[in-house]
Antibody
Framework: EVQLVQSGAVVKKPGESVKISCKVSGYDFAIYWIGWVRQMPGQGLEWMGIIYPADSDIRYSPSFKGHVTMSADKSLDTAYLQLSSLKASDIGTYYC???????????????WGQGTLVTVSS | EIVMTQSPATLSVSPGERATLSCRANQSVGVNLAWYQQRSGQAPRLLISGASTRATGVPARFTGSGSGTEFTLAINSLQSEDFAVYFCQQYNDWLGLTFGGGTKVEIK
């Protein structure tokens, strides 16, 4: 059974950083892209970027490039999302999700983590 | 960037009735279009990929159609668990994945 399990909710102060983890099981972690998606409170879904764990090929959304860092540890079957210099506008739920295939005709997100709520408050 | 526009923002439907949701792209995405369901407090769930292929375990009352720039998700005979928010997503531009703003299907 494919599962993506994310780290728990966090509360951070403005200017701090946070690293969210996404541990997968039930499939070969290395050979599927993992994506990160943000959902601000009461809002829609925003694609942040994707990472291919086999070689750590990363593609960031221009909207998030420079503010987030994606990484993956194949030995732990875990992907990470780091947000730096947190602001109030970073408040939201962050999801990791697996991309279903290996071609652009199969680039939908077929399995999702449960989400990690990030709160930024002084 | 490919902009995805969903309509309506909110759809009020009675249980047992049919709901029709629309998703429009500002340029052609072929059939590289997915639909997701997000119930309150839950992560999104893949319903449809390739514009019309149901994901594993998705009931047959969910039907996706369309190609190019116009897409539709139809939900026949709405059940209580179908009242949720639905998002479309294009993946024709895999370096610029984009979602629609969502349609909330609520009980009338």
């Amino acid at each position: 059974e494919v599962q993506l399990v994310q780290s728990g909710a966090v509360v951070k102060k403005p200017g701090e950083s946070v690293k969210i983890s996404c541990k997968v099981s039930g499939y070969d972690f290395a050979i599927y892209w993992i994506g990160w998606v943000r959902q601000m409170p009461g809002q829609g879904l925003e694609w942040m970027g994707i990472i291919y764990p086999a070689d750590s090929d990363i593609r960031y959304s221009p909207s998030f490039k420079g503010h987030v860092t994606m990484s993956a540890d194949k030995s732990l079957d875990t992907a990470y999302l780091q947000l730096s210099s947190l602001k109030a506008s970073d408040i939201g739920t962050y999801y990791c999700a697996r991309i279903s295939g290996h071609s652009t005709s199969h680039f939908e997100f077929d399995f999702w983590g449960q989400g990690t709520l990030v709160t930024v408050s002084s | 960037e490919i902009v995805m526009t969903q309509s309506p923002a909110t759809l009020s439907v009675s249980p047992g009735e049919r709901a029709t949701l629309s998703c429009r792209a500002n340029q052609s995405v072929g059939v590289n279009l997915a639909w997701y369901q997000q119930r309150s407090g839950q992560a999104p769930r893949l319903l449809i990929s390739g514009a019309s292929t149901r994901a594993t375990g998705v009931p047959a009352r969910f039907t996706g159609s369309g190609s190019g720039t116009e897409f539709t998700l139809a939900i026949n005979s709405l059940q209580s668990e179908d009242f949720a928010v639905y998002f479309c997503q294009q993946y024709n531009d895999w370096l610029g994945l984009t979602f629609g703003g969502g349609t909330k299907v609520e009980i009338k």
